[in-house]
């Protein structure tokens, strides 16, 4: 038997308009090895965002369409068009990760029809998903949706980040900006496990947040001696990896320039060529889609780079990513857990005033989508 299902899809034309609306679709009854899922919960993340709206110009979001039938749609400047080339004229459903319970399985499956599940692998601002039980994590007995709605991306980025860590053989980490709610998980996994790490806030509210959450250093970028400052973190914890989120502007340079800053005061002499320690900034996202300025000072043993948790993982021993994903889940209302600024409907997603308050990013603000 098919299911009727309503999904959020954005489109970006060819003449440069993006469409973002929802579309009736039909589901399957689940095969062997399948699961249908009512979705009950999705969060917005950055991520989603990049998808949802594309390059679009903000400031030309509206509403079309009718009360039964909603659109938004925007402007993408022309020269922006062959950045999304590759999607032009598709219809593409949104939604990296959610959760929501069980209501049908392929044979082998049915003890978990009725159970609740986190879920990864896109389409999940819909009502349904048919889905794979390896893309899933069942959740404990009297779990809410929205406590496992976000058990994949940020949680998995943050252990991600320690296991990058340990991989190339660093001991401490730089993150920026730290007061997400990723970066909240991150102080929580550094400070149980022993780990040094440098938080790199906007704000005075935003760094007493981190302290009480008891993370020892943390630097407020907005105060004058801020540079100096982030030099000592470094040095008492020895960091030489930062993950920046920010992206564009000059955040990674300056992170670079103190690395080498206190990498240089072990130097018995001067050399042209800096310090034999090696810095390495990864950028992992977009808060800032300017250009990423480098001023040199900080030698020649560097590296920037890009970290997407999707190829994360795929480097990684399968062996710690299981691991990984076992200690999400028993840790799902401490460590991992995500607090929420609104829930929103699907409907309520295309509304303009709604829409502009979830796209800022602004740190410390999250909302969910209730399909």
């Known amino acids: 038997m098919a299911h009727s299902s309503l999904e959020l899809r954005s489109t970006v034309t060819a003449d440069g308009t993006l469409r973002i609306n929802l579309e009736r679709v039909t589901v399957p009854d689940p095969g062997p090895g399948e699961l249908l899922v009512r979705v009950e919960a999705a969060p917005i993340n950055p991520s989603d965002l990049g998808l949802l709206f594309g390059p679009a110009d903000m400031a030309t979001l509206k509403a079309e369409g009718t009360k039964e039938a909603p659109v938004l749609t925007a402007q993408v400047p022309q020269q922006l068009l062959p950045a ?102 991150l102080v929580r996994i550094c400070k149980a496990d022993g780990i040094g790490l440098v938080n790199i806030v906007r704000s005075p509210a935003q760094a007493k947040l981190l302290r009480g ?92 780079g890009g970290w997407l948790l999707f190829n994360a993982l795929g480097r990684l021993d399968p062996a710690v990513v299981q691991r990984m994903r076992e200690r999400v889940a028993t840790e799902m209302t401490t460590t991992f857990a995500s607090h929420y600024t609104a829930t929103i409907s699907l409907a309520e997603a295309l509304k303009p005033e709604v829409a502009m308050a979830y796209q800022k990013k602004a740190t410390g603000e999250k909302y969910l989508l209730v399909p």
């Not at 879920?119 to 496992?148: F, K, T």
């Not at 030099?231 to 340079?253: K, Q, R």
């Not at 040199?296 to 590296?303: L, N, P, S, Y």
């Open 84 to 185: 999304v080339r590759a999607r032009l004229d598709q219809s593409m459903p949104v939604g990296n990760e959610g959760a929501g319970t069980v209501i049908a399985a392929g044979p082998d499956l049915q003890d978990l029809v009725g159970r609740r599940v986190a879920m990864i692998g896109g389409a999940m601002y819909a009502e349904l998903r048919l889905i794979r039980p390896e893309a899933c994590i069942v959740l404990p007995e009297g779990a809410g949706a929205a406590e496992g709605a976000a058990l994949f991306v940020n949680p998995l980025t943050a252990l991600g980040f320690v296991e990058t860590m340990r991989a190339e053989g660093h001991k401490a980490i730089v993150h920026v900006p730290a007061a997400s709610n990723l970066g909240q998980m």
């Open 213 to 304: 959450l008891g993370a020892t250093h943390v630097l407020d970028s907005s105060e004058p001696d801020f540079c100096g400052k982030l030099e000592e973190a470094i040095a008492a914890t020895g960091a030489t990896l930062a993950f920046d989120a920010i992206g564009g502007g000059e955040m990674t340079s300056i992170i670079l320039n103190a690395m080498e800053a206190v990498a240089a005061r072990s130097l018995d002499s001067y050399n042209r060529y800096g310090s034999s320690t090696m810095k390495q900034v990864y950028i992992y996202g977009a808060l800032d889609t300017g250009p990423t300025i480098l001023k040199r000072g900080f030698g020649f043993t560097w590296e920037v």
